[in-house]
């Protein structure tokens, strides 16, 4: 007999009459949703997040006033919404629309407000590259800009909301209308207990009385019943019933049978490894000689290094694993009839992302070491267009005990390939700049030719440790130093603050009239480590979480200005990593937060300025930006002089931004003074505040 509950699936709007315990919160989003065209829906994994979108906001429309695309990102996000409309679309939809103008077209055949659910929508950030992120937000934001009718719902776990801080920044409404799916309190799991079994013709022994034993051996006192975790154990209950009543019905679930089957205290991860064990064995006896962990393996490919799910196709599974395709299909077959995995389009993935934890925690210390090493090659080649830098030294080095094993993709493997070329380029070259320096230094003594192979001895030598050459950097800038002009320099103004001078060397002068510009081409300047030290001190440091002096934001660190999907989450990204800031940040986090919020105004810099810049000019305008943010600077009159080649026009655009509304700020004419400084290349280090 065929168990009637669903298991780890979803429900869905053929399932109205056995839905149960989520009418307040159905009620909730149906109201909610006419107030707005964005809402997000986030929630703990396991509280029913697809359920109650798909099934229980759905029924509460009527369907002339509900038409709905659920959205999964599969390989790429935008690829997957062009194919869904298309795939519902009467009309043909021409390949250079926009989606706003396909949507509209789509209302124009079904004549009925078009919901585009965006489901597991945390994978666009663990598994999307940056550019398909980019693309994703700026397709939304064009679309919310429109009048199409069309109403946009996001739903995510909520441990990735901080991963949202881009995406916020582009589209500031996204946190107006959120709601938060809460885990089902015991009074409605009892419902759910209740109404099924009535539902489906099945007998509790005791009514509630057992349905409450049911919820005690599941029940977590400070976490409550996983949805999830309660589907299995009553399918785990009725298959068990069935077995020991011979498929008599009524079925009955007695006190008996479920005091026999206990208080699981992993409900899910037992039923995995309950599963997996029996495949293995089935595998083993049909295949000789295959290893012990072949069902583990394959598994493993369906869970990201983060526990989420991880969806692939057989040929990119074949692709992956070194083993006979035979014994792969004969296992994704098992594991999809044990409903561990689905197979949807060509694509195979878990039955639910709690799986997907559970093989996590499983994976061996050297297979997260070899997940972790894929994933640095993958976020580093994605991120190769804003950066355009390859992997490291040190990356690379990280990499290097797991090269033999590493499973890539053409596309990373020419990424790393050439990542080390250029890591060796830049090794040679500062070899050679070395065998130069010295030999030139020990050349001044008279004995050039035998001091330029001893020169070239050592420097070989120091360069086999590793040993920076800080004897050559120190001549390089003590002959910069004497070559250049002498000039008097200013200090930023006083603020009565008693911090230590900053120890750093000053930025080089410009001799009176020169302008000693980059090359005009050049797009990809970056900020200086002392510039960062700079601006440090001007932001101002804190550990924790405070509010500005201007504005009154809740900031942390240097200047990070906190936005709603980190102030919900708890957590800031930084680079791969999800941190809780509610513990306060060290030093070396404040600093990767800094260079990590720089990245989009040095870029907005040197896409926006249309004139060569030198560094300390290029640095003023990016402490500028950061001050007053991306939109005002591109419209500033500011840029707009500057791109006119009036250089003498920016100190006198700086001085206007100093008042907040109509009041005019100390620390703002103190900053403008500071980066005026620093445009004019006459910054030194004087007093400066924290």
Not at 487 to 494: A, G, H, K, L, Y
Not at 531 to 536: G, V
Not at 583 to 595: M, R, S, T, V, W
Request: aromatic share 8%.
């Amino acid at each position: 007999m065929k168990s009637p509950f669903k298991f780890l699936d979803a429900y869905d709007r053929q399932d109205k009459e056995i839905f149960f315990g989520r009418a307040e919160e159905i009620e909730q989003l149906y109201k909610l949703i006419f107030q707005t065209n964005l809402m997000l829906v986030y929630g703990q994994s396991g509280t029913g997040k697809t359920s109650l979108i798909q099934c229980g906001l759905a029924n509460r429309f009527k369907p002339t006033d509900w038409f709905e695309l659920f959205v999964r990102r599969k390989d790429n996000i935008n690829i997957s919404l062009q194919r869904e409309i298309r795939r519902h679309a009467e009309t043909p939809i021409a390949d250079e629309a926009s989606v706003a103008e396909a949507i509209q077209s789509l209302y124009l055949d079904h004549l009925r407000p078009v919901y585009l659910i965006f489901d597991q929508f945390e994978e666009l950030f663990i598994l999307g590259s940056k550019e398909e992120q980019q693309t994703f937000i700026r397709t939304i934001a064009a679309l919310l800009r429109s009048e199409v009718a069309c109403k946009i719902i996001i739903v995510m776990r909520e441990e990735y909301l901080a991963m949202l801080y881009d995406f916020e920044k582009a589209v500031p409404a996204l946190f107006n209308k959120r709601f938060r799916v809460e885990t089902m309190n015991l009074q409605n799991v009892l419902h759910v207990i209740t109404g099924t079994t009535a539902k489906f013709g099945l007998q509790l022994e005791k009514g509630e009385a057992t349905a409450q034993q049911i919820i005690d051996n599941l029940s977590d006192h400070r976490a409550g019943v996983q949805l999830s975790y309660l589907q299995v154990y009553l399918d785990k209950l009725y298959r068990e019933a069935v077995e020991e009543q011979n498929g008599k019905e009524p079925i009955i679930f007695t006190e008996r049978l479920v005091q026999q089957t206990g208080a699981l205290g992993d409900v899910m991860a037992d039923f995995l490894e309950e599963q997996a064990a029996a495949i293995q064995k089935n595998l083993s006896a049909k295949y000789s000689k295959i290893p012990t962990e072949t069902v583990q393996l394959i598994l493993e490919e369906f869970a990201t290094l983060e526990g989420t799910k991880q969806p692939i196709t057989h040929a990119e599974l074949a692709a992956k694993l070194q083993m006979p395709v035979s014994i792969i299909e004969s296992c994704l077959a098992a594991l999809e009839k044990s409903r561990i995995l689905r197979h949807i389009e060509g694509v195979y993935e878990l039955a639910h992302d709690t799986l997907a934890g559970r093989i996590a925690e499983k994976r061996s210390v050297e297979s997260k070491n070899l997940l972790k090493a894929t994933k640095l090659i993958q976020d580093r080649q994605s991120a190769y267009e804003q950066t355009r830098s390859w992997l490291n030294k040190e990356e690379l080095n990280y990499i290097a005990p797991y090269s033999e094993k590493l499973r890539l993709s053409p596309e990373l493997k020419d990424f790393w390939e050439k990542s080390k070329a250029a890591v060796r380029r830049r090794t040679q070259a500062k070899g050679t700049l070395a065998i130069s320096t010295i030999a030139i230094i020990l050349g001044f003594a008279g004995f050039a030719a035998w001091q330029w192979q001893t020169a070239k001895t050592l420097a070989y030598k120091l360069e086999e440790q590793g040993v920076l050459l800080q004897a050559q950097v120190d001549q390089l800038a003590m002959l910069e130093s004497a070559a250049a002009p002498k000039q008097e320099t200013i200090s930023p103004v006083e603020t009565g603050s008693s911090s230590p001078q900053l120890n750093a060397p000053s930025y080089p002068s410009l001799p009176s009239g020169e302008k000693a510009y980059l090359p005009s081409g050049d797009k990809t300047l970056a900020v200086s480590e002392n510039f960062l030290e700079i601006l440090m001190q001007w932001e101002g440091v804190s550990y924790n979480l405070t509010r500005n002096n201007i504005g009154r934001h809740l900031t942390i660190g240097a200047g990070h200005l906190l936005m709603e999907a980190e102030l919900t989450s708890g957590k800031i990204r930084l680079g791969n990593e999800m941190v809780d800031y509610r513990k306060g940040l060290a030093d070396d986090q404040i600093l990767k937060l800094l260079k990590q919020d720089l990245k989009d105004y040095e870029k907005v810099v040197n896409d926006s300025v249309k004139v060569p810049l030198t560094q300390n000019q290029f640095e003023a305008l990016v402490s500028f930006a950061f001050n007053i943010g991306i939109s005002p600077f591109h419209q500033s009159t500011l840029l707009k002089r500057l791109n006119q080649r009036q250089y003498d026009e920016v100190p006198v655009q700086m001085r206007r931004w100093v008042k907040l509304g109509n009041t005019k700020i100390d620390d703002l004419i103190m900053r403008r003074k500071n980066e005026i400084a620093l445009w004019n290349g006459t910054l030194s280090f004087g007093s400066v505040r924290e």
